[in-house]
């Protein structure tokens, strides 16, 4: 008497988030979601800076498997390019709340560079990230949405006259006054200058309304 043998079932490949073959399903941990990874990234990142964030701290503080985080991510370079882009929108709406305070141009520009320096303290080590300090690859295009913000108030202040210069120049403008405060936060965060950065606000501001309140001919 022949003897059948059961056929083989065909198991197809399964790939799961990463590329990984036939990954067995791993249960999701209760509360484990897109929103508490990255909270728990942000926490690691503001603890000990980018060299602590890592898939291993990240599964370590939620108290998932490694497989947790692959639910909702490729793997860690996404993780870190979304918290790059959440705190790019705040620091974008920060600016834009800033600017819609209302003032004179020159308060208006003062305020925005106070703002952009009370989030770069609050978010010290995500700001390195967002400026590729730890040398992460950029991810935002030729203009972040915070240097938008504001480039659009400098180009308002040529189109109002209250800036006499051509509507060509304003782009020159926002960068010299972009870098000089960019500069400014790295010289802070490093310690390098022991002065007070809301002093040198103050003091860069006074010089730049000076300057700019000459116009283009006499620049």
Not at 12 to 37: F, H, T
Not at 72 to 79: L, N, P, T, V
Not at 127 to 148: C, D, E, V
Request: hydrophobic letters at 40%.
């Amino acid at each position: 008497m022949q003897t059948v043998r059961p056929r083989k079932r065909k198991v197809a490949n399964v790939r799961g988030s990463g590329g990984r073959k036939n990954a067995k399903p791993q249960p999701v941990r209760a509360g484990l979601s897109r929103e508490s990874i990255l909270d728990a990234a942000l926490e690691i990142l503001n603890e000990g800076g980018m060299a602590a964030l890592s898939l291993r701290s990240i599964v370590k503080r939620l108290g998932c498997s490694v497989a947790g985080p692959y639910t909702y991510f490729a793997g860690q370079d996404e993780i870190i390019s979304t918290l790059i882009q959440r705190g790019e929108e705040e620091l974008t709406g920060d600016l834009k709340r800033a600017g819609q305070e209302g003032g004179d141009l020159f308060e208006v520009l003062r305020r925005l560079a106070a703002t952009y320096m009370t989030f770069a303290r609050r978010n010290r080590e995500l700001h390195k990230l967002m400026f590729n300090i730890n040398g992460h690859k950029r991810i935002f295009p030729s203009a972040t949405a915070s240097y938008r913000a504001y480039i659009e108030t400098i180009r308002g202040g040529v189109k109002s006259g209250r800036l006499h210069f051509s509507r060509k120049g304003y782009h020159a403008i926002a960068r010299t006054m972009w870098a000089w405060l960019y500069g400014l936060i790295v010289l802070e965060m490093t310690g390098v200058t022991t002065m007070n950065a809301d002093e040198a606000i103050d003091e860069g501001f006074s010089f730049f309304q000076r300057l700019l309140e000459q116009g283009e001919k006499s620049a």
